[in-house]
């Protein structure tokens, strides 16, 4: 009979990681193989070609298309040429040089392409310039020529269950011993700027607004409430991936939505690393293609490097520590105490195969397998 294995969360306290840090495009490598870099350290550089603006010389000045690469000339420019914002771009004279109209660029940029079919000019905006850092301290392994490189490192790592924001690095601070805490906006201090907070159960708007405020670089929670979610990014998610809004801080929830106290092995990792420096990421996938949050502590090489026991994937089984990932108890952790052979009927009317929990309040649940995940230790 085969597994009945749902895939969750990964906490584990030492590991071996690797990051692959890649260009959007082909650019230049910056490092070698076997080389130490640190998470700020820059890997890769390259230029996304920037926007194009196409200027209707002819409409503005009143001529031929076909006339149009003359009253370029005529203003000294050509291709290849770098115009400023308001600079002259095309003129035109007629009646013997009584009327003059010009044309003078919108932006700053080169000058790409001058059509005499359309009567329009092309100014490109200048390159915006992509860097790629290393994210994580530790050793280059694999150089991908002009696209990145792959960082090998050892420490803790840790995913959540949602996040958002993109990549950022700091030193681990914990607020509170108290996993089932709710940190309050007083909570929040100036010393705090520049750090990843650890909180407990719960992380209240006005508390976000605060670090937002004082500079906080993270904030890694157990729960967080969905209404005050709309609020802080502005719009309802839906099912978009997450990772790429400017919120002044990522965030990073463990558990669920709502006052869900922070699973303690995740909890006491995070206060094991108090001072030390952790990479952190809230992109977010929950369909297809899963991406998670996640919290990467590189431990230096002075550490113990002995990678934590692997277990190996056996499935769910009586004992498992699950994850509701689905309303009703949703975010909560829970002790697998049957798994039922027989399919069940569920609300839907649908027939599934079932699994039976303990939640932490000692209320027994039967849930479909499909609306938990194993937290893998």
């Known amino acids: 009979m085969a597994h009945a294995y749902t895939p969750g969360l990964l906490v584990v306290d030492r590991m071996v990681l690797e990051e692959e840090r890649r260009l959007p495009l082909k650019g ?16 890769a550089r390259t230029e996304l070609p920037g926007n194009p ?30 115009v400023k ?15 003059t109209n010009t044309c003078n660029s919108p932006i700053n940029g080169t000058v790409e392409h001058i059509s005499n079919t359309t009567g329009k000019v092309l100014v490109r905006a200048p390159a915006i310039p992509v860097e790629v850092k290393a994210y994580i301290d530790g050793e280059i392994v694999k150089v991908i020529p002009d696209e990145g490189v792959l960082v090998k490192s050892f420490g803790t790592f840790i995913q959540g269950i949602f996040g958002v924001g993109g990549e950022t690095v700091g030193e681990i ?18 010393e705090h700027k520049d750090k990843v907070l650890v909180g ?6 006005d508390t976000i607004q605060a670090c937002i405020k004082v500079g906080v670089k993270g904030f890694i929670t157990g729960g967080f409430d969905d209404a005050d979610l709309k609020k802080f990014i502005g719009f309802d998610l839906g099912v978009a991936i997450t990772g790429s809004e400017n919120l002044g801080l990522t965030l990073i929830v463990t558990e669920g939505f709502g006052k869900i106290r922070m699973a303690d092995k995740t909890f006491n990792l995070l206060r094991k690393n108090v001072g030390r420096k ?8 929950i369909r297809a293609g899963v991406i998670r949050p996640e919290v990467i502590i590189s431990l230096p090489e002075t550490d113990d490097q002995t990678i934590s026991e692997e277990k190996e994937h056996t499935g769910m089984k009586i004992g498992s520590i699950i ?22 009927q569920v609300q839907s009317e649908t027939k599934v195969r079932v699994v039976e929990v303990q939640m ?15 937290v893998e230790e």
């Open 28 to 43: 230049q490598v910056l490092v070698n193989l076997g080389d130490k870099v640190n998470s700020g350290d820059i890997v």
């Open 53 to 82: 603006e196409l200027v209707n010389v002819a409409n503005k000045l009143g001529v031929e298309p076909a006339e149009v690469p003359g009253t370029v000339k005529a203003a000294k420019k050509k291709d290849g040429d770098f």
């Open 85 to 99: 914002k308001d600079e002259l771009l095309a003129i035109s004279k007629s009646f013997f040089g009584l009327f």
């Open 173 to 190: 601070f914990s607020l509170t011993d108290d996993p089932t805490a709710v940190i309050e906006p007083s909570d929040i201090k100036e």
């Open 200 to 205: 407990g159960a719960l992380l209240p708007y």
């Open 278 to 285: 952790a990479s952190i990421n809230g992109a977010t996938q």
């Open 323 to 344: 994850r509701v990932i689905r309303e009703p108890r949703f975010g909560e952790l829970a002790k697998v105490i049957s798994l039922p052979v027989q399919l069940q």
């Open 360 to 374: 932490r309040d000692e209320t027994k649940w039967t849930l479909p397998r499909a609306n938990v995940e194993i």
